[in-house]
């Protein structure tokens, strides 16, 4: 049996298998569980180079965790995550991120890959595609696209949703955020928030061809005064949020903002919602010029 070569092939694949396994039993198909997939399938279809261990290690908080290579027995693997980490949907993205290199990267890196909290977010960069495969290997096993869209169908955009979702996947919130912008056809935005600035914003398609993006990472950006990001207004249910006038977040148009805080790292999580068509002016601009905002568009997703 030929092999799949890319992370959607690969993530599709297992799917697949775990689908078949479930039915057969009768089963619960979500959450994946991770850890007994990379076992078993790696010491039967890579017996050289097998996953022999995957447990939970203290490490330092700058880690989320590891694919090592057992130095007591050559070919053996190891995943380890951060015992430190309390949420269960950023462990189980871990070892779906870690397997996504096992599976993708071992043979390009044999010491292994210690993996941080920004890698986990790599979802798209030129600097850091093996990091991206890697999460769009973990985010397509996770939260495979035709259940991911049956459960998102018809349903009202909302962090309660996506709540709903990083329960259903055992993945975070912003995890399920992310998978729902890289399908969706309406213009949003997840705008993660640290110390009240902007630490790093995606957009889905639509909202980025529309010319809304932050360069956060490119550039030092405040979180906007009038926000409820910035405000922390206790008075607001933030998770419902409100609808902003123009000019409170960029794009110059009305947004609805809905945030959820972390108190314990000063970060917040924010999903912006924007009208479903940009201004008539822009839409004037895109006829215009739609060829190269496409291609620009097209060069900052590579």
Known sequence: MKLPTTPEGWAIHLSKLVKIFHDAHGLNRFPIRVAPIAEEYSRNVFPDAPITMVKGLDLSDKFEGMLMPNPNQIGEWGIIYNSAITSKGRINFTLGHELGHYLLHRHL????????????LDWKSEHGQVEAQ???????????????????????????????????????????????LGIT????????????????????????????????????????????????????????????????????????????????????????????????????????????????YDRFAR
């Not at 869209?149 to 909302?158: D, F, N, T």
């Open 109 to 120: 890196s044999p010491e292994g890959f210690r993996c941080s909290s920004r890698n986990m």
């Open 185 to 296: 056809d309406k213009r949003a935005m997840i705008v993660i928030g640290r110390d009240g600035f902007i630490d790093w914003a995606w957009g889905s398609n639509p909202l980025f061809k529309s010319g809304i993006f932050y360069r956060a990472r490119q550039q030092t950006v405040a979180l906007p005064e009038q926000s409820l990001a910035a405000r922390r207004d206790s008075s607001i249910d933030s998770q419902t949020g409100v609808v902003h006038p123009k000019g409170i977040w960029i794009g110059d148009e009305e947004v609805h903002e809905m945030t959820i805080f972390a108190p314990k790292s000063n970060m917040t999580i924010t999903l912006l919602l924007y009208a479903n068509s940009p201004p008539v002016r822009f839409q004037t601009f895109l006829e215009d010029d739609n060829d190269d905002v496409v291609e620009a």
């Open 134 to 180: 890697a999460n769009t290997f973990a985010s397509y096993l996770l939260m495979p696209l035709d259940d991911f869209r049956q459960q998102v169908r018809g349903q009202e955009i909302s962090l309660a949703l996506m709540r709903f979702l990083s329960e259903r996947y055992e993945v975070s919130i912003t995890a399920a955020i992310l998978k729902w």
